[in-house]
């Protein structure tokens, strides 16, 4: 495998940015890609974010990048933007070649390397998303498979409620096609009747399929519930803290 040991840390920096792509996926996800202007490179590690300036408020919004590092000219956000709040009103009155300003990259969520002391006891990797938490979570995978040629066990569990929230289920469908190791479930709260893929929370398909937690590293992004919720699990299950990495959408 052609890993790395861990990134030093890269100090936020403001960037300049313009609006490339701009798609509403199912109805309340919007998905942005943004051109960099200024400077024209990003070095990140998949699963950091941005702090996104929104005019006229102070606070600044985080999104999680959803591209692999290797993009580092440009990259994209995916938000769900049904709450309706400043940031999500902001991104969805974007346009192509409207400019943004933001920080990054910013946080400490990610893959251990495998040949760090946290990597090294995670031989398989079991990646846990709900909503638009798959942002960070995609960005992670496309970097191990396609990047990183990460040859460990991967398999993903994304939770969403309603089969016409459904997105990108071509995209993993083609990596686990290209990428043996890869395997993901589509898990829906509220599934259609003839539903033939895993249905109700996102835990119950968790442990419905492992049996083995041991020498695995655990990747929850999502809601606090459910993140404390598999967090407990995985803990009852003898998992070690370290081996428990998420990140929270509250």
């Known amino acids: 495998m052609n890993d790395q040991n861990p990134p030093s840390p890269v100090r936020p920096q403001p960037f300049k940015a313009q609006v490339s792509e701009h798609t ?3 109805g309340k ?3 942005i890609y943004f051109e960099l202007i200024h400077p024209h490179r990003l070095p990140f590690t998949a699963g950091q974010y941005v702090l996104m300036t929104i005019p006229g408020i102070d606070k600044k919004y985080s999104y999680s990048m959803s591209s692999p590092p290797a993009k580092d000219h440009g990259l994209e956000v995916l938000v769900d933007v049904s709450p309706g709040g400043p940031g999500s009103r902001y991104l969805r009155s974007l346009k192509p070649g409207d400019q943004v300003d ?3 990259p910013v946080g400490q969520f990610g893959v251990a390397p495998s040949n760090s002391p946290v990597g090294l006891t995670e031989e398989r990797l079991v990646l846990v998303a709900t909503g638009s938490g798959i942002s960070a979570i995609r ?3 496309l970097d191990r498979l396609e990047d990183k040629a990460d040859t460990r066990q991967m398999t993903l569990h994304w939770g969403l409620r309603y089969a016409d929230e459904l997105f990108w289920q071509e995209d ?3 990596l686990h096609e290209n990428f043996d190791n890869f395997t993901y479930d589509l898990v829906l709260s509220r599934p259609p009747k003839d539903w033939p ?3 109700g929370r996102v835990t119950d ?3 419905e399929h492992h049996q083995n937690f041991s020498q695995t590293g655990f990747y929850l992004c999502g809601n606090k519930g459910m993140i404390e919720q598999v967090t407990a699990i995985l803990l009852e299950k003898g998992v070690d803290k370290i081996n428990i990495h998420s990140e929270k959408f509250y």
């Open 24 to 26: 509403l996926l199912a």
């Open 29 to 31: 996800y919007q998905y």
């Open 102 to 104: 933001f920080l990054a």
């Open 139 to 141: 960005s992670m995978v």
């Open 172 to 174: 993993f469908r083609l």
């Open 197 to 199: 893929l895993c249905h």
């Open 205 to 207: 398909c968790l442990v």
